[in-house]
């Protein structure tokens, strides 16, 4: 969260940030509080120093009748002072409430408008190795469509010809936008994974598998809560299943102060994640591109405030190290201000070309939070000097699977019908080289 400093000093900047992200952050209410906190704080803190200056002249008075008249003056200003406590009791918990429907600040270059206005500030194709950085960021709105192919099929028709996505039975067990996967198509979502995992860990990643389902403060240190909850899933006792393992990874070290030299740290996961997205019927939904349930592997980052901008560049490189490895097409999109997420102060997308279906989707968002979620999480570190800073967060999505596997059974689908597998995967896979109809 922003703090209250922040907020106060810089006031005009949050204002414009919040109308930029089309957020309507009670920033005026939260002014009008600390206005009224912040005398009042003096008033209670001073009442609190006499009170304990009379506590030991009491204790120190030479006679009873000397102790009775201080003890006397002091009855007369305690009903005074409980008040005040009452009235900065509630004024902090309002606050604290209203400071957690604040966004994030972001970046300098991040543009301002909405999804339409995202910018692409790099693109390749992992087949030929070809990549142009782009020193002119290009407006998604003006970039080029790919040329389409027609013979090529999309990866639900392919995954159903294979028998190795089984949509029916997925409907049947759980409801809409829920299936099966099936034979090669679970062996190569769990082949994917672990060579994710596996990569991630020669990058420089320590693994860990989380809970999928947190305590409610953990989406609150993360930003997914209060703002997000009609897109998460709630248990029958009050947890919540996790949309990604952002969230248990960021708080695995809450409430706790890191020494310097323990840092950074740099932690990669798999999970399940469960989102309650609101489908429309049509082309966008059709196949396992969107559902309540998919996985996803995760990179977390925990930094030093002056290294995290350099660290997003790493997250990145790190992410599309994996799309190009596996010969896919690719662009990375910087995010306009109506696209990032309520925590982001800057995220780059990936998104990769599915041939089939002819469309762009999006495989990983990288972002550094900067110190936003630290402070709602409360995770910080002591410095080189011995003071205690919040650390800065960024996560990376390395990769979201149903999507990244989706792609891959379009882009390497054969005449016959059959599915190449990518050379990188084949070993997790027993050696197996393609997909074939059994």
């Known amino acids: 969260m922003l703090s209250l400093q922040t907020i106060r000093d810089r006031t005009d900047e949050v204002r414009q940030a919040c109308a930029d992200r089309e957020s309507d952050a009670p920033i005026d209410r939260i002014l009008e509080l600390d206005s009224e906190r912040r005398p009042l704080l003096g008033d209670v803190e001073g009442m609190r120093a006499d009170r304990n200056q009379a506590g030991k002249a009491i204790g120190a008075a030479k006679d009873d009748a000397e102790r009775q008249e201080l003890i006397a003056a002091q009855r007369a200003v305690a009903g005074k002072l409980d008040e005040l406590e009452a009235r900065l009791g509630e004024i902090d918990t309002e606050l604290n409430t209203l400071l957690l429907e604040v966004p994030n600040l972001f970046h300098e270059s991040i543009v301002v408008g909405g999804e339409e206005d995202s910018v692409v500030v790099l693109a390749g194709d992992g087949a030929t190795g070809e990549e142009e950085r782009f020193d002119v960021p290009v407006p998604m709105s003006e970039w080029p469509v790919p040329e389409s192919d027609e013979s090529l099929k999309p990866h639900w028709e392919i995954g159903e010809a294979l028998g190795i996505i089984d949509f029916e039975r997925g409907v049947k067990l759980s409801g809409a936008n829920f299936y099966l996967l099936r034979g090669d198509g679970a062996r190569l979502q769990r082949g994917l994974i ?19 389902m947190v305590n409610e403060e953990m989406l609150v240190g993360t930003g997914s809560l209060p703002k997000f909850a009609e897109t998460l899933f709630q248990t029958t006792d009050g947890r919540w299943l996790i949309p990604t393992a952002e969230v248990p990874v960021t708080n695995m070290y809450r409430d706790e102060i890191l020494d310097d030299d323990a840092l950074p740290i740099h932690h990669t996961a798999y999970s399940p994640c469960f989102r309650n997205e609101q489908f429309s019927a049509g082309r966008d939904v059709r196949g396992i591109k969107r559902g ?85 999480a409360n995770l910080r570190f002591r410095n080189a000097e011995g003071q205690v800073e919040h650390l800065h967060t960024l996560n990376g999505s ?11 059974l379009e882009q390497y689908q054969l005449e016959d019908g059959s599915v190449e597998l990518p050379e990188e995967v084949r070993g997790y896979l027993g050696g197996q080289s393609s997909i074939e109809s059994s």
Do not use: C
């Open 194 to 212: 672990n060579w994710m995992l596996d990569l991630h860990r020669e990058q420089g990643y320590s693994e860990v598998y989380p809970p999928a």
């Open 292 to 376: 309540y349930q998919f996985d996803k592997v995760e990179m977390v980052r925990f930094e030093r405030p002056d290294a995290s901008w350099e660290a997003l560049d790493e997250l990145l490189e790190h992410a599309l190290e994996m799309v190009r490895t596996l010969g896919l097409r690719y662009r990375v999109l910087r995010l306009a201000t109506g696209d990032l997420t309520f925590s982001s102060a800057m995220t780059y997308d990936i998104e990769i070309w599915a041939p089939g279906a002819q469309e762009w989707l999006e495989v990983s968002s990288v972002s550094n939070f900067v110190d936003f979620q630290a402070r709602r």
């Open 398 to 408: 390395g990769l979201a699977l149903p999507r990244l596997m989706a792609t891959i």
